[in-house]
Nanobody, 123 residues
Framework: QVQLVESGGGLVQAGGSLRLSCAVS????????MGWYRQAPGKHRELVAE???????NYVDSVKGRFTISRDNAKNTVYLQMNSLKLEDAGVYYC?????????????????WGQGTQVTVSS
């Protein structure tokens, strides 16, 4: 199991920047992928960015060139640097960890979520 605690959300003007942090504890060695998701009111939760154990990153098209996901292994923390924020970037941002493990003796994956942090973008 892992525990995820997000921080860094807040109110920012359009065009501004925020850096979200996700502090990770627990069975860190079993994490295959770390991701940031967001959910706007009335919308489904969507993937924003993800970072694999091997260092591969993936971004939703709408944030490419503006957001950067990174990690600090020494601090067991994953970051989401968000620049040039737009009104449509607003929402609750969640950190997610995907762990490898066994379920009924077979290889499987397990998802863990943080509690979320609110990002509000004003015009």
């Amino acid at each position: 199991q892992v525990q995820l605690v997000e921080s860094g959300g807040g109110l920012v003007q359009a065009g501004g920047s925020l850096r979200l942090s996700c502090a990770v504890s627990g069975d860190i060695g079993s994490i295959n992928v770390m991701g940031w998701y967001r959910q706007a009111p009335g919308k489904h939760r969507e993937l924003v960015a993800e970072l694999t154990r091997g260092g591969t990153t993936n971004y939703v098209d709408s944030v490419k060139g503006r957001f950067t996901i990174s990690r600090d292994n020494a601090k067991n923390t994953v970051y989401l640097q968000m620049n040039s924020l737009k009104l449509e970037d607003a929402g609750v941002y969640y950190c997610k960890a995907i762990l490898a493990g066994l379920r009924n003796g077979k290889p499987s994956t397990f998802d863990y979520w943080g509690q979320g942090t609110q990002v509000t973008v004003s015009s």
